[in-house]
C-alpha cells in the first residue's frame, strides 16, 4: 500500500496513477479535498501545445523556465516538465476536463509573460479549481480512499526506509496508525509563515517540510520564496488574499499615497505590466519610504476601465471584494501590499522520479524543489503536479511491489504516539496561536521582500527566542474539536521553516530573482548554486547541472510588449 499525504492537485494525481496501475492507495488531508490549495490557482496550466504558434516545442518552454529561474533551476526537472506537459494535459482531457476552446475545436492558449508563445491553457480564471474537480472525479471512479480532516503529525522511519506515518482526526482526536509501503508528501509550501500571505490559516504552514526533515530528508532553496505584489490588506483574517494579476493586464494602475504612478519609476517601459518579482519589489520600496497608504500598502486602480470590462475580465475579483471589503471595484481602488504566494524551494528531490534521503518517501508539488528556482514562471506549478504526480505514483508502485518484507520499529511508532500524548498533556502559559503570530511577526520584519545582514541575524535571535517559549505551551481540545493540538504541530513546522529559511537567506549573500539583499544588490556567479539545508549539517552548496545545448541556445530575452509579465 502507498499512502498519499495531501489531497491537491499532486496528491490526487498520484493517487490516480496508483490505483490505475493497480496498486492499493489511501490518500489523506487535513482539509476539505473540495477546497484544497490547488483550487485557488487561476491563470492557467503550460504546455507546449503549438495549438496557437506552431514552431512552439518543449525545448523552447524549458529554455524560458530555466532563464526566468535566474540558472537556479534543475535542468534535468524543467526538461522532465516541459517534455511531460502534452501528456499532463491528455490525462487531465481523458479524465474529463472542459478546457477553453478555439472555434475550430483546438485547446486555446494565451500568453503569461516571459514565455516566448502562447502556451497556458485555461478554463476561464478557474482553472485550478477545474483540475481539482476533474482529479476528485476521476479518483471517485476508481474508488480511491480519500480521507479529509486527518493531520499527520510524523512519519515513520526504521533504518533509513519509511513504513508509514501517524496522525489524528482533527474532529475527534482518534489516532491513526498507517503502515505503507511507500508514502508520497503532497502537503504543500511553506508561505503561511509570513503575516501576509495568499495561503489559506490552515494550510502551507511548512507541514511537508518538517515531516521530511523529522524523517531525514533536507531541504532545498528555501529562502527562494516568490512574493505576489497584489495581496488585500484587509480583513485582517483574510489579508493576503490575492487580486488576480489581471487586475493589471486589463490596464489597472498602480498608485502611491501621494498619487503618483510610482511604476515608472522602477520600469518606465512596462509599467504595470512589469515581471511579479520587480513589482513587489516597487511596491514593497514605497511602502518602506513612507508613500505607502497609513495601512502600509498601495492602490491599485481599475475603476477608469468599463464596468463591462471589469464584470466580464474581473468577475472574480470584483466579487471576492464586494465580500470581502463590500468594495465596489468599478467605483473605488484597492489597497493592497506584496503578499507571500509560493514557496519555489522546499524538500530536496532526485529530478527523476522525486524520490528523498529516505527510502520509499517520494515528494512533490509546492512541497518538494527543483522547478522554479529563483523566479517562477506564471502556468508552471500546476502542470508540475501532473508530470510528477503521474512520475512519482509510477515510482512509488515500482518501489512498493519491489519489497520482499517491511522492517518495522516499535520504538518509532511508540515516539509518535507519546508525541501527541506529551503536548496533549501540555498546560504551560505560553499561547500556541500567539507564538505561530510572533514567528510571522518576524518572518515579515526579516525575511520579507528585502533582506540584509544585520535583520536575518535579528530574526534568528527573535526565532531562538521563541523556540525557548515554545517548552512551556499549553493545549487544549474543547467542544469544537482537536484544533489547538493541530495548531501546537504547526507552530513546531513553522519554526522549522523559519529557521531553514532564515539560514538559507543569511547564506545566499547576492540579489537573484525574489531574493533581494539590500546589502549585496548584485548577482554573484559564485551562488549559482543550490543552498541545501538540514538541523544538522546546516548549509551546503550543491552545484547545479549544465544545461543542455538543444535548451541553452534558445534561452533569449522575451519580448513582453502588449503582455502580463509574470
Known amino acids: 500500500m502507498v499512502l498519499v499525504i495531501g489531497t491537491g492537485g499532486a496528491g490526487l494525481r498520484a493517487a490516480i496513477e496508483l490505483a490505475e496501475a493497480g496498486i492499493d492507495v489511501l490518500a489523506v488531508g487535513k482539509r476539505p479535498k473540495e477546497d484544497a490549495h490547488t483550487a485557488l490557482a487561476a491563470g492557467g496550466i503550460n504546455a507546449a501545445l503549438a495549438t496557437m504558434d506552431p514552431e512552439d516545442s518543449w525545448q523552447q518552454h524549458a529554455a524560458d523556465t530555466l532563464k526566468e529561474s535566474y540558472l537556479l533551476a534543475d535542468p534535468r526537472t524543467a526538461q522532465i516538465v516541459t517534455q511531460g506537459a502534452a501528456r499532463g494535459i491528455d490525462d487531465l482531457e481523458r479524465y474529463g476536463m472542459a478546457f477553453a476552446r478555439e472555434e475550430d475545436g483546438r485547446i486555446s492558449q494565451r500568453f ?21 474537480r476533474t482529479l476528485i ?21 526504521h533504518d533509513g526506509a519509511v513504513f ?8 475527534h482526536g482518534t489516532r491513526y496508525l498507517i503502515h505503507a509501503d511507500a508514502v508520497i508528501l503532497a502537503a504543500g509550501g511553506h508561505t503561511r509563515i509570513w503575516r501576509r500571505t495568499s495561503s489559506r490559516r490552515d494550510e502551507n504552514m511548512g507541514d511537508s517540510f518538517r515531516l521530511a526533515v523529522e524523517a531525514g530528508s533536507r531541504l532545498r532553496d528555501p529562502e527562494l520564496v516568490q512574493f505576489h505584489p497584489s495581496g488585500i490588506i484587509e480583513p485582517e483574517n483574510a489579508a493576503g488574499t490575492l487580486v488576480s494579476e489581471a487586475a493589471r493586464g486589463e490596464g489597472g494602475i498602480l498608485r502611491n499615497v501621494l498619487g503618483e504612478r510610482f511604476m515608472a519609476r522602477y520600469d518606465p517601459d512596462r509599467m504595470e505590466l512589469s515581471t511579479r518579482d520587480r513589482v513587489a519589489l516597487a511596491a514593497y520600496t514605497e511602502i518602506k519610504e513612507g ?6 500598502g498601495v492602490w491599485l486602480d481599475v475603476s477608469h476601465l468599463p464596468r463591462q470590462t471589469i464584470m466580464t475580465r474581473l468577475p472574480r475579483v470584483y466579487q471576492t471584494l464586494l465580500d470581502l471589503q463590500m468594495l465596489d471595484i468599478t ?7 506584496p503578499t507571500a504566494h509560493y514557496s519555489m524551494g522546499g524538500v ?16 512533490i508539488g509546492e512541497a518538494s524543489s527543483g522547478l522554479h528556482g529563483a523566479n517562477r514562471l506564471g502556468g508552471n506549478s500546476l502542470i508540475e503536479l ?23 520499529s516499535a520504538s518509532a511508532i511508540a515516539h509518535a504516539r507519546a508525541e501527541i500524548n506529551d503536548l496533549l498533556a501540555a498546560d504551560g502559559p505560553e499561547n500556541v496561536r500567539a507564538l505561530q503570530r510572533a514567528i510571522r511577526n518576524t518572518m515579515t520584519e526579516h525575511a520579507g521582500v528585502v533582506r540584509d545582514e544585520d535583520g ?30 493541530a495548531h501546537a504541530f504547526d507552530l513546531k513546522s513553522a519554526a522549522l521553516a523559519a529557521r531553514a529559511t532564515l539560514e538559507a537567506a543569511l547564506e545566499r549573500r547576492e540579489t537573484r530573482g525574489c531574493h533581494n539583499r539590500s546589502d549585496y544588490p548584485d548577482l554573484d556567479p559564485a551562488l549559482q548554486v543550490n543552498l541545501v539545508w538540514s538541523p544538522t549539517a546546516g548549509i551546503t552548496r550543491e552545484s547545479i547541472p549544465a544545461i543542455p545545448d538543444e535548451v541553452s541556445s534558445l534561452m533569449e530575452e522575451v519580448s513582453t510588449d502588449g503582455k502580463l509579465a509574470e
Open 386 to 408: 501532473l508530470v510528477f504526480g503521474r512520475i512519482t505514483g509510477q515510482a512509488a508502485a515500482a518501489y512498493s511491489q519491489s519489497l520482499t518484507a517491511q522492517p518495522r
Open 456 to 485: 536575518l541575524r535579528a530574526g534568528l535571535a527573535e526565532l531562538t527566542a521563541i523556540e525557548k517559549r515554545m517548552a512551556d505551551i499549553g493545549v487544549h481540545p474543547d467542544i469544537a474539536g482537536y484544533q489547538d493540538l
Open 137 to 157: 472525479r476521476r479518483a471517485d471512479q476508481l474508488n480511491i480512499p480519500v480521507l479529509d480532516g486527518i493531520y499527520i503529525t510524523r512519519l515513520l522511519v
Open 164 to 171: 508509514g506515518a501517524y496522525g489524528f482526526d482533527l474532529t
Open 348 to 363: 530536496w528531490v532526485r529530478p527523476e522520479d522525486h524520490s528523498t534521503d529516505v527510502r520509499g518517501l517520494y515528494a
Open 331 to 337: 467605483r473605488e481602488p484597492i489597497e493592497i501590499a
Open 112 to 132: 503569461f509573460g516571459a514565455h516566448k508563445f502562447r502556451r497556458t491553457a485555461f478554463a476561464g480564471d478557474y482553472t485550478g479549481l477545474e483540475i481539482q
Open 291 to 296: 508613500r505607502g497608504t497609513p495601512k502600509g
